[in-house]
């Protein structure tokens, strides 16, 4: 398997563009989550999904964050409109089968001008 | 907020053992300790986990004490592709997607 695969690796936008990160789950994972990474605060989680139905999205920044699994295989995470602050380092993760261990992707680095 | 207490930082000669230490005195009965590593730039790395027993496998061992109130993840054979921020993190259980929360963790550099 080739892993969590996350697409673009690097996104450089202006303020006000919409940007959505894309990922690709592990085949037969059945939880996906999305984390940000930044210097001041470290790994946060954002949102999870189980069985592609949203679990916990408190820790979605604002309504200008939004998350979606459009199959049981591939998720988007949105940011509209983009702010300056939004830049980090975003990765999503995938778990499933009996240990559960949570598999993450490379990340996407986002700078936002 | 994160459960556990790990030292900011630590140093490994390269060739030996590397012993992290982590705290967890509140941790529950059903709760796993699960640790990852984060090479810089990179994404997470899965490394090991437990609940009560002490653990090994291919790239390192844990050692859980009895009451279960701190554990330390043993590098045996420390390189220095091992630099890495080290994550302890206690997790409930083996249920279908429970999210991981990091805290600081521990920057281990190894050095020749």
């Known amino acids: 398997d080739a892993g969590v695969i996350q697409s673009p690796r690097h996104e450089v936008t202006e303020m006000g563009q919409e940007v959505t990160l894309r990922c690709k789950l592990i085949?037969?994972?059945?939880?996906l989550f999305w984390y940000r990474q930044t210097m001041m605060r470290g790994l946060e989680l954002l949102i999870y999904?189980?069985?592609?139905?949203?679990?916990?999205d408190s820790g979605m920044p604002e309504d200008r964050f939004s998350a979606k699994m459009p199959n049981a295989s591939f998720s988007t995470l949105k940011i509209q409109p983009s702010e300056p602050r939004d830049s980090a380092v975003y990765f999503c993760?995938?778990?499933?089968?009996?240990?559960?261990?949570?598999?993450f992707g490379a990340g996407t680095r986002l700078s936002v001008l | 907020d994160a459960k556990t207490t790990q030292p900011p930082s630590m140093d490994c000669a390269e060739g030996r053992a590397a012993n992290l230490p982590c705290n967890h005195s509140?941790?529950?009965?059903?709760?796993?300790v699960y640790w990852y590593r984060q090479i810089h730039s990179q994404g997470p790395q899965y490394i090991i986990h437990?609940?009560?027993n002490n653990e090994t496998n291919e790239m390192a061992s844990l050692i859980i004490t009895e009451d279960r109130k701190s554990s330390t993840l043993i590098l045996p054979h420390a390189t220095l592709r091992d630099t890495a921020v080290y994550y302890c993190?206690?997790?409930?259980?083996?249920?279908?997607?429970?999210?991981?929360?990091f805290g600081k963790g521990t920057t281990l550099s190894v050095s020749s």
């Open positions: 437990g609940l009560k």
């Open positions: 999904f189980n069985n592609n139905v949203p679990i916990d």
């Open positions: 085949s037969g994972h059945n939880s």
């Open positions: 993760a995938s778990s499933g089968g009996t240990k559960n261990i949570q598999y």
């Open positions: 509140t941790i529950s009965g059903n709760e796993y």
């Open positions: 993190i206690v997790r409930a259980g083996n249920q279908a997607g429970t999210a991981l929360i």
